[in-house]
C-alpha cells in the first residue's frame, strides 16, 4: 500500500498537531544519529516546542556546545555560506523548477522545428510559418548541414588515406591511385549536387502552396496569430 501525500500546512488541530510532532521528533533524531554514526560526522540537534518545558537535545548538552562551538569558530560568510531556511529552500526549489521548465521549452521547440523540416521535405508548404517560425527553422537546417558536412570530411579523409595505403602496397600502386582519384571526383560531384538542391529547395522558382488540408500540420500559430513559443531558444 503506497504512502499517501502528506499535505505541507500548519495543522489546525491540536492533538493531531502534537501527535505528529511526536512522531516527526523521534524520526528526526533517529535520522541525525544515523548520519553521525554512518559518515563519522559531529551533528546535533536542538528542539524546542511548547509541549515540553525544556529543549530537546541530541546526544547531549555537552555534544551540542562541542558542536555549537566549532561552529562559531568559522569565519562569518563560512558560517553562512550553506544555511538555509524555509524561505531560502523554497526559492531553491522555484528556481530549480523554473531551469527545469525552460529546459523542456527548448526541447519542445526542437522537436517542433525538427518535424517541420521533416515535413517540408515530404512537400508541406510553408505558409502556415511566421517569420520567427522560419528563422528558428533555417538554424535547424544549417546546424543539420554543419553536422552532415562534417561526417562527410571525416569519411573522405579516412576513405583517402585507406587509398593512399593501398597505393604504396605493391605494383598495383599506380592503379589504386587512379581509382582513388575517380573515387573523389564522384564524391565531390555528388557534394555539388546536393547542396545545389537544398539551394533550390530554400529559395524554389515557384510558389509551392498546396492548400487544403496538404497544409503544414505543426500548429506554430494560435488564434490570435501569436507565436506559441518565445524567440529565446534560438539564434
Known amino acids: 500500500m503506497t504512502r499517501k501525500k502528506v499535505k505541507l500546512a500548519y495543522i489546525t488541530n491540536d492533538s493531531a498537531r502534537k501527535a505528529t510532532f511526536k512522531k516527526r521528533k523521534k524520526g ?14 559531529e551533528a546535533c540537534a536542538i528542539i524546542c516546542s511548547p509541549y515540553d518545558a525544556q529543549p530537546e537535545v541530541w546526544p547531549s548538552p ?15 560568510m563560512e558560517q553562512s555560506k ?4 524555509q524561505e531560502s529552500f523554497l526559492r531553491q526549489r522555484i528556481t530549480k523548477a523554473s531551469d527545469n521548465l525552460k529546459k523542456q521549452r527548448k526541447d519542445n521547440r526542437e ?11 515530404t512537400g508541406k508548404s510553408l505558409q502556415n510559418l511566421n517569420l520567427m517560425d522560419l528563422n528558428d527553422l533555417g538554424w535547424m537546417i544549417d546546424q543539420n548541414l554543419k553536422e552532415i558536412n562534417k561526417r ?5 579523409t579516412a576513405t583517402t588515406s585507406q587509398m593512399a595505403a593501398a597505393s604504396m602496397a605493391g ?4 592503379h589504386a591511385s587512379q581509382r582513388a582519384e575517380v573515387q573523389n571526383f564522384e564524391v565531390k560531384n555528388d557534394n555539388l ?9 530554400l529559395n ?3 510558389p509551392s502552396g498546396f492548400g487544403g488540408p496538404d497544409e503544414m500540420l505543426l500548429p506554430f500559430l494560435d488564434n490570435n496569430q501569436n507565436p506559441l513559443w518565445s524567440n529565446n531558444f534560438f539564434p
Open 28 to 41: 528526526l533524531m533517529k535520522k541525525v544519529s544515523e548520519l553521525s554514526t554512518l559518515c563519522g560526522i
Open 62 to 76: 555537552l555534544g551540542v556546545q562541542r558542536v555549537l562551538s566549532q561552529f562559531q569558530k568559522l569565519p562569518e
Open 82 to 85: 550553506k544555511m538555509m531556511n
Open 111 to 121: 522537436k517542433e522545428v525538427t518535424q517541420a523540416m521533416f515535413q517540408c521535405l
Open 152 to 156: 562527410f570530411g571525416t569519411f573522405q
Open 171 to 174: 605494383p598495383s600502386g599506380e
Open 193 to 201: 549536387q546536393r547542396q545545389q538542391w537544398i539551394v533550390d529547395f
Open 204 to 206: 524554389p522558382q515557384e
